[in-house]
Structures are given as structure tokens and as C-alpha cells.
């Protein structure tokens, strides 16, 4: 949004889009049902925003003839010092383009961007903190605030009504490359069901397939069979993109100098920031974006390596069952910092190939000590913020029935993956508790170490989070002790 200056009138614009790499601005050709990776052509993306963008005025600096005294030191030979509105107008000379930066009469020590457009004059207060903005984007020089508000005043004039009706005819769902590709993709991405995402999708023995954009990787791993469908939405963020590049969701130019529009961090999906509120919570998370195991999102991980769960909690669970049941002090016992620390380097850096063997560390309690800071790392806890509050509430209930009723609808509240990942945890904390003449570690006690580890409160509250322990180490003993009966 760009700020209109106290002492002026004039229009407010704002800056909106982003766009995908072009590859084609011609109609789309169709391949047939024949036709391979290698020769898929993209489909029509629109042009019109585009030629807009490329007809929109260039920015024409005013120099002032004189040295002004007080000029401040992030600001050229464009600033003419304490001038009126009239006395900026004359200067622009009505020549569409031109701009000059004055200090505001009625207001000294403010500054204000004159920008002649639409055959008037338009006066934004201008800020700078290291970079120069009028709203929302950060510029490092004038000419490229300048340049960006003419492109976004003139596609915004000349196509308002078309911006306001781009997201009506989405190729999201409808494009036609993918659905050409889909058969033809899913059947290689089949053929290693039991590899990892990244070995599906970028192997270098599919060279056609590292081509194909995350629409169409999206489009076939909806129908790969081992595909684990949990639904996730997408993680957008504001991305500058250089050189042209169109919607996803939309087909059309994203314009602009800077922030033209929203990436996804998880899949790569560039659309308008207006169309990413359309897009729905569709994301294939691709593996080269995911940096790292622990702290990363719990969903997003397991669709990045097309796994039920994450694969920290099967390969430790599966170690501590095979070697560790018996352990005394099983969860309880804490492992050395350092090695557990060591565990989680060698997640983050060789995911499902790292060796957390008895020969590497023969110590269970390391192992344990990963699982539970895997569980603490994570940004949403596997029993979410959303359904923490439910959770309290439910163990507050004192008839033990109607209480094992409320847990049963909470847990149905969770998001798939999260669903999952405490089914199988509560599975594998029942068989501990079995062991409990050995290990010590009956329900109550787990209860105590995992409450805090797998639910915390929205708001990070001392008092609060004092106030809950009970009723957190109440709902894991109650999820471990009927883990058959509420999953």
C-alpha cells in the first residue's frame, strides 16, 4: 500500500503478484496421450499484465539546480528542500513520470515523493529505516520505489476490473500439461514407491522429470499410490522473483520490481499473494527445500519423504524396542547432551540413513533423549495448539467415562499426520509400560515425562503451563492406558 502525504490528495496503490518462471506465451500444444516428459509443452501464459508493465512510464528525475543545505544524507540531487505542492507541481512540469522528493511545509522534517501521473500530481509520504518505503516494500534507491509505483499505478488503472476477476478461471486445477504428464509421471515415481521423494523426484535417472514445474510433481504425486495423502497447507511467504515470472494459480504476470508476489517455502508454488488465498491446502513438499529433520513441521516432513510418520520416531522407536524395553529408568533416565545432540546432527544431515546403532551408541537413553527433543523441537507440538484447550478441558471432566468420550473426540481434531504420530508413539509407551517390573515405567510416570513433550500451550505462560502439568501427564496416561479403546 502507498501512503498518501497529510497535506495532498491522490490515489493509494498497492503492490500485488507473483509470478512463475515464463516458459511460453503462445497456445498451449497438446502432446496426446503418447506423448513423453521430454516433450510436453507448457500451457498459454496470459500476457496482457505483462505488456502493461512493459508500457507503463519511466521514472524521470528532477534535478534540483541548487545545492540544498540540510539535505538528508540517503537522498540525491531529487530533493528540493521545503517547497509547496504548487511549487512541486510547476516543477514536474506535467511531463507523466516525473518526480521529485520535497520536505513537507506543513509538516517539518517529513518528506514527500511528487509523482506526476494520470495527468496529476501525487504526493506520498516517504519513509526510510536503511531502505526507502512509502508502505509495505523496501526499496534501496528512489528510482526503484519509483520505477515499481508507476508499474503498479498503470497496471492497476488500465486493468483494475481484470485483476479483480484473475482468480476466476484458475489453470490450477485444469492445466493441461500436468494432466498430460500425470500417467506418465506417477508410472515412474511408482516404480520407487519405496524411495524417499527426492530419489522420486530428482533422480538423475529421470532427467525429464527434474524439468517438469511443482504443478505437475503435484499433480503426479496426488496419484502415486504410496503417496501418503495428509492434507497440508501450502507455507507462503513474500519472494522477490528476478525476471519475469507468472502465476501458478492464475497464469498471469506477476508484476513489479520487488515482492511481486508469495512463494511457498515447502513446494516452491509462486503465485499472486491475492490468488494464495484460492490455492488450497494442497502442498507435495519437495526435499530439497526441507533443510533439516528436526524442527521442522511435522506434516510437512512426513510428505517431503512420503512416510506416515517422521522417520526420527520409527527408526528410534524401532531401536529402543529391539534393545531397550528392559532398560531401568526407561524416557526417565536422561542420555548425555552432547551424544543426543550428535543423534540430531546426524538426522538433519543424513535423514533416514543415519546410524543410530548400539555399536555408534550403545547407550538406549541417547536414543530416548532424541525422540524426546525431536518432540520439543518441533514448532507445532504433535498435540497442537489448536487442540490444547480441548485436551485440559476433557481432563478436567471427573467421570472417567464420559472424560475417555472427550479425549476420543479431541484426538479427532488432530491433523492426520499428528494423528498418526501419537497413535504409534502411545502403541510403542503401552509396550513399555509392560515391561514395567523391569524398566520401572508404568503410565502415570510416562505420563509425567511426555505431557510437557508433546503438549504445550499457545501462550507461553509459567503460571499456566504450572497450572496444566497435571492435567497434561493425565491425558498421555489416559492415551497410553487406552491407546486400543480412543485410536
Known amino acids: 500500500m502507498w501512503l498518501l502525504d497529510m497535506d495532498s490528495g491522490g490515489s493509494s496503490m498497492e503492490a500485488t503478484g507473483r509470478t512463475l ?39 524521470k528525475r528532477i534535478i534540483c539546480p541548487r545545492e540544498v543545505e540540510n539535505r538528508p544524507k540517503y537522498y540525491g540531487r531529487e530533493f528540493h528542500g521545503i517547497i509547496s505542492r504548487e511549487q512541486a507541481d510547476e516543477l514536474l512540469g506535467g511531463t507523466e513520470g516525473a518526480y521529485i522528493l520535497r520536505e513537507s511545509q506543513r509538516q517539518p522534517g517529513c518528506y514527500t515523493l511528487a509523482l506526476r ?60 500439461y500436468a494432466t498430460l504428464l500425470r500417467e506418465k509421471v506417477s508410472r515412474r515415481l511408482s516404480r520407487s514407491k519405496n524411495e524417499s521423494r527426492k530419489t522420486s523426484v530428482t533422480s538423475e535417472e529421470h532427467p525429464a522429470v527434474e524439468k517438469i514445474s511443482s504443478l505437475v510433481r503435484r499433480a503426479a504425486l496426488t496419484q502415486n499410490d ?55 491446502n494442497d502442498c507435495q513438499p519437495d526435499l530439497k527445500r526441507i533443510k533439516k529433520v528436526y524442527c521442522c513441521d511435522l506434516t510437512t516432513l512426513v510428505k517431503a519423504h512420503n512416510t506416515q510418520r517422521p522417520m526420527v520416531v520409527d527408526m528410534c522407536i524401532r531401536e529402543i524396542e529391539g534393545r531397550g524395553l528392559k532398560s531401568e529408568g526407561l524416557y526417565r533416565v536422561s542420555g548425555f547432551t552432547e551424544h543426543i545432540e550428535d543423534v540430531k546432527m546426524a538426522f538433519d544431515r543424513d535423514g533416514e540413513k543415519a546410524d543410530i546403532s548400539a555399536h555408534i551408541y550403545p547407550d538406549i537413553n541417547i536414543i ?57 508413539l502411545m502403541i510403542h509407551l503401552k509396550k513399555v509400560t509392560l515391561n514395567e517390573k523391569e524398566n520401572f515405567m508404568n503410565a502415570e510416570n510416562l505420563g509425567i515425562v511426555f505431557g510437557p513433550t508433546l503438549m504445550r500451550p499457545p501462550e507461553e505462560s509459567t503460571l499456566a503451563t504450572l497450572n496444566d502439568m497435571r492435567y497434561q501427564k493425565l491425558i498421555i496416561q489416559i492415551l497410553i492406558e487406552n491407546e486400543d479403546v480412543l485410536f
Open 226 to 280: 504410496n503417496h501418503c495423502n495428509y492434507e497440508k497447507t501450502h507455507n507462503f511467504k513474500v519472494h522477490t522473483f528476478r525476471g519475469p515470472h507468472w502465476c501458478e494459480y492464475c497464469a498471469n504476470f506477476m508484476w513489479g520490481l520487488i515482492a511481486q508476489g508469495v512463494r511457498c517455502s515447502d513446494c516452491g508454488l509462486n503465485v499472486h499473494k491475492q490468488c494464495s488465498k484460492h490455492v488450497p
Open 368 to 424: 530416548t533423549g532424541a525422540l524426546k527433543l525431536y518432540f520439543r523441537d518441533l514448532p507445532i507440538p504433535v498435540i497442537t495448539y489448536d487442540t490444547y484447550a480441548k485436551f485440559i478441558d476433557a481432563a478436567k471432566i471427573s467421570n472417567p467415562d464420559e472424560r475417555l468420550e472427550a479425549v476420543h473426540e479431541v484426538l479427532l481434531l488432530l491433523p492426520p499426520a499428528h494423528y498418526e504420530t501419537l497413535r504409534y
Open 117 to 176: 501521473f494520470g495527468n496529476q500530481t501525487l504526493n506520498y509520504r516517504l519513509f526510510y529505516d536503511g531502505k526507502h518505503f512509502v508502505g509495505e516494500k523496501r526499496f534501496e534507491s528512489i528510482h526503484d520505489l519509483v520505477t515499481d509505483g508507476l508499474i503498479t499505478l498503470y497496471i492497476e488503472t488500465k486493468a483494475s476490473e481484470y485483476i479483480s476477476k484473475m482468480t476466476t478461471n484458475p489453470i490450477y486445477e485444469h492445466i493441461g
Open 21 to 59: 518462471e515464463r516458459r511460453d506465451v503462445g497456445e498451449p500444444t497438446r502432446a496426446g496421450g503418447a506423448g513423453d516428459a521430454e516433450e510436453y509443452q507448457p500451457p498459454i501464459w496470459k500476457s496482457y499484465l505483462y505488456q502493461l508493465q512493459q508500457e507503463a512510464p519511466r521514472p
